[in-house]
């Protein structure tokens, strides 16, 4: 009995060590329990807070300082501006819409060279005697969209140089968000072209149609934009069959040209050329003072400039400034606010 006694304390004694040494053996048990637990208590990363047009801070750091209007002038028996509450409005919204990462693209049709966009389901013939959706944009140089419900016939028709955010890749078609219209389309592929994932949007061109001014400005750190230039400046009129306004929008510089070769109207023979041309939508392009045949000699300045709509969809400037536009703007990463 003792002897059984003493197999019963030692079976104890055995098991109570051994318990002992799993425990010491272990030390880093307690801790990885602990790193789970501070883990899942993590916070969700927050997202950036939207900048508003307030906070938007302008400076003038001119490069360009010929023809400088002030932010108010005279003109004739009233005064015009610079519309800076709009222009902050557009700086946030470009600010804002990059904030997080995004694939960016154009929508392209010059000259249709892309293919004539189909018929939409509803359209008119305008004052040029050409087709043209409901809300008034031309099929000739546009990009069909489509519902994202229907990809059989398109619903309205987009702008040539139209800055979008790329969603998603298709076989025929990829989704697309315009900047300046909104919501989600379905484009066919050949109409968009998709820019490299780095492109990063810190210079803006600003075209008032209502006051015939230009500025352009260089964002210098987050809400703070430099303006480089404030000139007068001549956008497209309305007078069919041939001059047209400036299209509003948000477009991206899209090409450059030293000498942009112009017709006469209703013709094949050429009327002469315009300066530092860049374009943006359509046939609309930001140059100098055209000269007209025979004349070759570039015209620096008109008095026209900054008066009333007078071109055919460009926006005429002075040369010198259609030229530092020519050189300080980059292809594809340069945005074009054109406003009222």
Request: proline content about 7%; hydrophobic content about 35%; aromatic content about 10%.
């Given at each position: 009995?003792?002897?059984?006694?003493?197999?019963?304390?030692?079976?104890?004694?055995?098991?109570?060590?051994?318990?002992?040494?799993e425990n010491k053996t272990n030390p880093l048990q307690p801790e990885t329990v602990a790193v789970?637990?501070?883990?899942?208590?993590?916070?969700?990363?927050?997202?950036?807070?939207?900048?508003?047009?307030?906070?938007?801070?302008?400076?003038?750091?001119?490069?360009?300082?010929?023809?400088?209007?002030?932010?108010?002038?005279?003109?004739?028996?009233?005064?015009?501006?610079?519309?800076?509450?709009?222009?902050?409005?557009?700086?946030?919204?470009?600010?804002?819409?990059?904030?997080?990462?995004?694939?960016?693209?154009?929508?392209?049709?010059?000259?249709?060279?892309?293919?004539?966009?189909?018929?939409?389901?509803?359209?008119?013939?305008?004052?040029?005697?050409?087709?043209?959706?409901?809300?008034?944009?031309?099929?000739?140089?546009?990009?069909?969209?489509?519902?994202?419900?229907?990809?059989?016939?398109?619903?309205?028709?987009?702008?040539?140089?139209?800055?979008?955010?790329?969603?998603?890749?298709?076989?025929?078609?990829?989704?697309?968000?315009?900047?300046?219209?909104?919501?989600?389309?379905?484009?066919?592929?050949?109409?968009?072209?998709?820019?490299?994932?780095?492109?990063?949007?810190?210079?803006?061109?600003?075209?008032?149609?209502?006051?015939?001014?230009?500025?352009?400005?260089?964002?210098?750190?987050?809400?703070?934009?430099?303006?480089?230039?404030?000139?007068?400046?001549?956008?497209?009129?309305?007078?069919?069959?041939?001059?047209?306004?400036?299209?509003?929008?948000?477009?991206?510089?899209?090409?450059?040209?030293?000498?942009?070769?112009?017709?006469?109207?209703?013709?094949?023979?050429?009327?002469?050329?315009?300066?530092?041309?860049?374009?943006?939508?359509?046939?609309?392009?930001?140059?100098?003072?055209?000269?007209?045949?025979?004349?070759?000699?570039?015209?620096?300045?008109?008095?026209?400039?900054?008066?009333?709509?007078?071109?055919?969809?460009?926006?005429?400037?002075?040369?010198?400034?259609?030229?530092?536009?020519?050189?300080?703007?980059?292809?594809?990463?340069?945005?074009?606010?054109?406003?009222?």
């Amino acid at each position: 009995m003792k002897q059984t006694a003493h197999i019963y304390l030692f079976s104890l004694l055995f098991l109570f060590c051994a318990c002992n040494r799993e425990n010491k053996t272990n030390p880093l048990q307690p801790e990885t329990v602990a790193v789970a637990d501070s883990l899942e208590q993590t916070p969700p990363e927050e997202k950036p807070k939207a900048i508003s047009a307030e906070q938007i801070e302008i400076v003038k750091d001119l490069l360009y300082d010929k023809y400088t209007l002030e932010d108010t002038y005279p003109y004739k028996d009233t005064t015009r501006s610079f519309q800076w509450d709009k222009i902050k409005e557009r700086l946030a919204l470009l600010e804002n819409i990059q904030q997080e990462p995004s694939r960016w693209g154009i929508l392209q049709n010059y000259k249709n060279r892309n293919g004539e966009a189909p018929l939409v389901r509803h359209y008119k013939r305008n004052a040029y005697k050409r087709i043209a959706d409901t809300l008034g944009i031309e099929r000739y140089q546009s990009v069909p969209l489509y519902l994202l419900t229907d990809t059989l016939v398109p619903e309205r028709y987009g702008e040539d140089g139209s800055l979008v955010r790329f969603l998603a890749d298709g076989e025929k078609f990829v989704k697309v968000s315009p900047i300046y219209i909104g919501e989600e389309w379905y484009v066919p592929k050949k109409y968009v072209k998709v820019l490299p994932d780095t492109t990063r949007f810190t210079k803006a061109i600003m075209i008032d149609r209502r006051d015939q001014n230009i500025a352009t400005l260089e964002q210098t750190g987050e809400a703070r934009w430099a303006v480089r230039s404030m000139n007068p400046a001549t956008t497209g009129r309305h007078r069919p069959p041939y001059a047209q306004e400036t299209p509003l929008g948000i477009f991206v510089l899209q090409e450059k040209k030293a000498r942009m070769i112009f017709l006469k109207d209703g013709s094949t023979t050429t009327g002469g050329f315009a300066p530092y041309a860049s374009r943006f939508s359509d046939g609309g392009y930001i140059h100098g003072v055209p000269v007209n045949e025979p004349r070759k000699a570039l015209i620096e300045y008109s008095p026209s400039l900054g008066t009333t709509p007078r071109s055919h969809m460009c926006v005429r400037n002075a040369t010198s400034h259609s030229k530092f536009i020519f050189d300080w703007a980059p292809v594809n990463e340069t945005i074009i606010f054109v406003l009222e």
